[in-house]
């Protein structure tokens, strides 16, 4: 693990991580506006940042608040957009789900929740969960390394939509099929809130996530429909269902 330089904190609506220092590299996630990253390494205006969930990138500086070393991370807001507009000193612009306010934002147009009350507003509970994902990503393109409804990858619909209903996971496909525990076998006896991965590689290394509505349907993000999709796995006429069957790996529970 790499030594702490610091702490910052995301100052952009959306803030890209890079696989590496340049802007020409590739997008391998995001951060959002008041969320607290570890400082890990500096260089040439860019630093190696961690986010609360332990991944890793780069970020350039121009995104950041960045903090002395000393310093603990920042404090969190105490407003959580659910997509929504905000004017601040005079100028407006967008906040994305779970991007946290500034204190003196005010509020211009859509939905904001007082962090207070997230954890009643969002229950751990699969129905919860799944209403979330098709309420607030419904017509999302797919983007990768996207974690918002502007633009996500399956593992970000994942991860966004189970920390609003607090419950971490990790950011990839592959780390989010190590979480919780086996759940069944066959993708359409699924309950409701499990995840189901799939493979589209000869060694079987899982590069698709998906949440299950139950009844042998599953919610996604698929660059196979371009983003956002309800499938129902019953479905013996669509060929593209058929191959995600042939690609399943297993199921996870995580609730």
Known sequence: MRPVAGTGVVHSPVAPLFDEPRVSSVQISQLLAGH???????????????????????MHRGFLHARDGGEG???ARERLSLGCT?????????LPLRALLEPDDRLVGGEIIDVAEQARLFPRDAAAI???ARRYFEGTSYLWGGVTPWGADC???????????GVPLPRDAWQQASAGVPADVDPLTAREGDLLFFSDRVDRHITHVAIALGARAIVHLALGRG??????????????VATLLERFACARRVL
């Open 36 to 58: 607290p990253v570890e400082l890990l390494e500096a260089r040439d205006g860019w630093w190696c940042v961690r986010g609360v969930d332990r991944y890793e990138g780069w």
């Open 86 to 94: 905000v004017d601040r000193g005079g100028m407006r612009r967008a």
């Open 73 to 75: 991370a920042p404090r």
């Open 227 to 240: 983003g956002y999709g309800i499938e129902h796995l019953d479905d013996a006429t669509d060929p593209y």
């Open 155 to 165: 593992s970000g619909l994942v991860q966004s939509t189970f920390a609003l209903h």
């Open 130 to 132: 799944t209403r979330s």
